[in-house]
């Protein structure tokens, strides 16, 4: 098993590589805390693989955490609501007022 050492959006990432069959090389490390694991048929194909899924992992990852902001909605522009009770009802049951 060998190291490579991967530039990622000018971070530096350290990917093992190693050899799974004949023609078949594993680079596998993590990146922003997730396990990315390519292959290649060759050890510099196998790494450049690795490299081009962490670029596809941060676009990704980038534009679902921008749709999720849009989706929320802001709780703090909601009126405050509070729970009561009715002079009509018994004290069993609360309703909204």
Do not use: C
Request: hydrophobic fraction near 35%.
């Amino acid at each position: 098993m060998s190291q490579h050492t991967v530039d990622v959006s000018g971070r530096h990432y350290v990917v093992q590589v190693y050899q799974h069959a004949n023609n078949v090389w594993i680079a596998a490390g993590v990146f922003l805390g997730d396990q990315l694991r390519t292959r290649g048929s060759t050890a510099k194909k196998a790494v450049r693989a690795w490299q081009k899924a962490a670029v596809y992992h941060v676009t990704t990852k980038d534009s679902i955490r921008r749709q999720i902001k849009k989706e929320q909605p802001n709780l703090f522009s909601l009126p405050p609501r509070r729970l009561g009770m009715s002079r009509t009802q018994s004290p069993g049951k609360l309703t909204e007022v």
